[in-house]
T-cell receptor, first 112, second 113 residues
Framework: QKEVEQDPGPLSVPEGAIVSLNCTYS??????FMWYRQYSRKGPELLMY????GNKEDGRFTAQVDKSSKYISLFIRDSQPSDSATYLC????????????FGTGTRLQVTL | KAGVTQTPRYLIKTRGQQVTLSCSPI?????VSWYQQTPGQGLQFLFE???????NKGNFPGRFSGRQFSNSRSEMNVSTLELGDSALYLC????????????FGPGTRLTVL
């Protein structure tokens, strides 16, 4: 069983929809939670970074972490065609330096 | 400020050969991490270098190795290539501590025939 599980999709939504992306994890030592976006033929870029449980909002993006359920989410409001990409959740614990453990990614397609 | 650069961007090799990939981190960044990305396994951590020392290592065989130079540039080497080594190899750099944001390069696409 993978440490981080993520639904691979693909997920197709119309422009303007609210998108919900999720990951579950099994390692209770994870303290830092991230969401990366990866466009085709590009490296991942950091969208959101959260420490421990709680919510964080940045523009149209909201990240939620529920450590008690080992569940994290990314919400995208008013989705745009430019949001079409693969979204990767990533996690890190304090004992393993810069090692990030990633989900396999969810491919999102926002249609006109 | 220039981003993380990786060379070459594309590479085709045959089984049994070896390959060296290069990564130049963002200026001032001292930590460089390497990841392998495949459709089946996703992104998997290979190793991390900080101040020319390997600070952390993932679960890959010894055929995968790396090093970091005094200017923080890093190389990774894969010896005795196998078909399953075909992947996108990504390099990420960060300032220093484990909580610093990691910035990824565009990757090197390796195809093993």
């Amino acid at each position: 069983q993978k440490e981080v599980e993520q639904d691979p999709g693909p997920l197709s939504v119309p422009e303007g929809a609210i998108v919900s992306l999720n990951c579950t994890y099994s390692n209770s030592a994870f303290q830092y939670f991230m969401w990366y976006r990866q466009y085709s033929r590009k490296g991942p870029e950091l969208l959101m970074y959260t420490y421990s449980s709680g919510n964080k909002e940045d523009g149209r993006f909201t990240a939620q972490v529920d450590k008690s359920s080992k569940y994290i989410s990314l919400f995208i409001r008013d989705s745009q065609p430019s949001d079409s990409a693969t979204y990767l959740c990533a996690m890190q614990n304090t004992g393993t330096a810069s090692k990030l453990t990633f989900g396999t990614g969810t491919r999102l397609q926002v249609t006109l | 400020k220039a981003g993380v650069t990786q060379t070459p961007r594309y590479l085709i090799k045959t089984r049994g050969q070896q390959v060296t990939l290069s990564c130049s981190p963002i200026s001032g960044h001292r930590s460089v991490s390497w990841y392998q990305q495949t459709p089946g396994q996703g992104l998997q951590f290979l190793f991390e270098y900080f101040s020319e020392t390997q600070r952390n290592k993932g679960n890959f065989p010894g055929r995968f190795s790396g090093r970091q130079f005094s200017n923080s540039r890093s190389e990774m080497n894969v010896s005795t290539l196998e078909l399953g080594d075909s992947a996108l190899y990504l390099c990420a750099s960060s300032l220093a501590t484990h909580t610093d944001t990691q910035y990824f390069g565009p990757g090197t696409r390796l195809t093993v025939l």
